[in-house]
């Protein structure tokens, strides 16, 4: 059974605190993704990563950086939390095939207080 | 630059009978994929379906199909014979074949389905 397994469900920290989410999956896959969801704007791609250390600004990346070290795992770095960054964090994993389909894992929703 | 426009933020059908959600694109690649998304209330993601822009035929995976109409930019998802369990948010979202080949996502179009 395929997976993407994000570190966790629920985060809950502080104003400017360094917060990291994890992601890693276990299909070899080449190209792994960062998206936030937030009601009423669907899925925006925070960043993307094609390759070990490659990687690529999505469209919402101020305030956010990442990390792939090792090709199954994908990492996302809020540098200082801020409120306005309370948010459901999806991460995704696909092949560069383009109609192969993005797996996701189970999400993590932070809470920035 | 990708664009994916779903214009219902929310849709109710009755049981047993079918409803489109609909969405529309819009990019500057030549080829490129078109997605819809199931997220129910647990919150996972769902893969339904799949249609590439050169596709002689439209997509159709059992009561799941996709009413691909590419001159209109549009990727509608029909659903035949609602279910209950089909109560869920719907994404569409699309990839191209050259520069972005991250997935682009609409907003989502939130179904219920009434007994």
């Known amino acids: 059974d395929v997976k993407v397994t994000q570190s966790s469900r629920y985060l809950v920290k502080r104003t400017g605190e360094k917060v990291f989410l994890e992601c890693v999956q276990d299909m070899d896959h080449e190209n792994m993704f960062w998206y936030r969801q937030d009601p009423g704007l669907g899925l925006r791609l925070i960043y993307f990563?094609?390759?070990?250390?490659?990687?690529e600004k999505g469209d919402i990346p101020e305030g956010y950086s990442v990390s792939r070290e090792k090709k199954e795992r994908f990492s996302l770095i809020l540098e200082s939390a801020s409120t306005n960054q309370t948010s459901m964090y999806l991460c995704?994993?696909?092949?560069?095939?383009?109609?192969?389909?993005?797996?996701f894992g189970q999400g993590t929703r932070l809470t920035v207080v | 630059a990708q664009k994916i426009t779903q214009t219902q933020p929310g849709m109710f059908v009755q049981e047993k009978e079918a409803v489109t959600l609909d969405c529309t694109y819009d990019?500057?690649?030549?080829?490129?994929?078109l997605f819809w998304y199931k997220q129910p209330s647990s919150g996972e993601m769902i893969f339904l379906i799949y249609?590439?822009?050169?596709?002689?035929q439209n997509a159709t995976e059992g009561r799941y199909s996709l009413n691909f109409q590419k001159a209109r930019k549009s990727a509608n998802l029909v659903i035949s014979a609602s279910q209950l369990g089909d109560s869920a948010m719907y994404f569409c979202?699309?990839?191209?074949?050259?520069?972005?080949?991250?997935?682009?996502f609409g907003s989502g179009t939130r179904l219920q389905v009434q007994p």
């Open positions: 990563s094609y390759d070990v250390k490659m990687k």
């Open positions: 995704a994993s696909k092949t560069p095939v383009r109609n192969t389909e993005a797996f």
């Open positions: 990019t500057s690649d030549p080829s490129y994929g």
């Open positions: 249609q590439g822009s050169y596709d002689q």
């Open positions: 979202a699309m990839t191209g074949n050259t520069g972005r080949r991250a997935l682009t």
